[in-house]
């Protein structure tokens, strides 16, 4: 009996999920029920001439290698390319000053010391308690916490205030008051209480850079033409999956054996099974019929806004100001913007020679920004800033406004808990599967991890055999990556 999986949500996870079906059973028909009327959920780039313009990610982490083996399965691996690493460095702002960010800290844990006590972001007293952190007695409970917190404890507040803080708003978009260090670094505590201490750690040598994988040997990954030739292979790629585009999935409920999925234009789907790989506030509504308890963590889950301006300019105007691959912008500054990037100084072919490019990116609660805040109010704020920060008053040949309401998840301290909770919850029903960024990281790489194991643990919960790969090249992608 042919067996029949729906896939809810047509974002990187959902595709993900679709992909691995079709690899590891030959004999299901798919469906994938898509809101909108596109694929991709916040993965989406535009073009201006030749000019790459991405309206949400524009690379990932090299050292998580799904993305990179996804691509390259899809046959997109002559399309990869890295960050330019003769435009290498990134600045911080200080006062309104732009000072170069201290090498070896692109993640929270510096994995070396001499810039950071070098640096002029730290006062003498501020690199004491940096340095202090080797007396912090280790927390060795399994309890969560912030991870401003941790940070705070572990290297003191001016480290957390002047360094970490615009760090991690420009990996998680968010408050990282709330953030929790166990769904989003856990591998930090565990250094903490291995070690003792994390500069220890460092010492040892233990809180090294991850090794940069790959021919391209870049911490990022990208693709030539943009972000969205991901999601453009991926959904070609697929053969049996019927997609539905503009059907939103209301909830699911499960008669006479089988799963149906109740829509907005008052039809039913059956099927023997599911992967839900919605942002967490549908998911939540697709699941209460079944789990009332376990969802209403997800329900409330707090999301980020943002929205980002890019700009493009003749490149002589960009020249003189744009070293590097860009400044972060803390808090504490109170300004308006959390970052900018020179895309075009960042990664290669994003604009012919003659055309540079900026993105200018606006953080929901930060200092004079609205998030009603019109278009042509958005370009007028990154032009402004621009001119402050770095003096550049060159007018734009182009702009493009992106808008990311409610984009990224901000996993709150005890996620990780509910997650294994609603897991368990669901293993209860055999078939039914959460996948994407709601649950087990934000990254492009994680999301397609999230929709490869649900597309797995659904096909295990019916007891569908999975095709056994007899070519090296259509074995599943391997766990953990
Ligand atoms: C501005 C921005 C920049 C980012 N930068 C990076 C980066 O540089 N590198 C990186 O690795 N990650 C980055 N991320 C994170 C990453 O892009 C996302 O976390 C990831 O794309 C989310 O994928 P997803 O499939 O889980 O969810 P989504 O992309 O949100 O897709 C979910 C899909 O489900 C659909 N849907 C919702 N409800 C229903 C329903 N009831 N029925 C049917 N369909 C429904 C939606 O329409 C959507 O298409 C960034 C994110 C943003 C917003």
Redesign the pocket.
Known sequence: MTRRIAV???????LAACWELERSAPDVEIVL????GRLG???RTESWGDVVIEH??????AAKPSATDLACALGLGTELVGLRLERAGTGIVCDGRILPLPEGLSLLVPTRLAPILASPLLTPLGKLRFLAEIFVPPRCDDEDESVASFVRRRFGREFYERLAEPLLAGIYGGDAERLSLLATSPQYRELERDAGSLLRAVLRGRARRPAMPGPLRTPFVTLRKGMERLVEALAASLRRTEVRLG????AIVHRGGVYRILTSDGTALEVDGAVV???AA?AAD?LEPLFPDEVVWFRSLPYAS?A?VTLVYRREDLERVARGRGFLVPARERRPISAVTWVTNKFPERAPEDLAVARVFFRSGRHGYRDEAVPEALVAAALQELRVLTGCAAAPLHAVVSR?DR??PQYPVGHRRQVERLRSALARWPGLAVA??AFDG????D?IVSGWRAARAVLDGLGTRRASHADPAAQPLQEGR
């Open positions: 809810i949500g047509g974002g990187i996870a959902g029920l898509e809101a909108t959920g916040w993965i949400g990610p524009d690379s990932w982490v059907t939103v999935a209301v790989a919605t942002p549908a697709l943002s980002a990311h984009a990224l994407g960024a934000v990254g492009v790489p999301c």
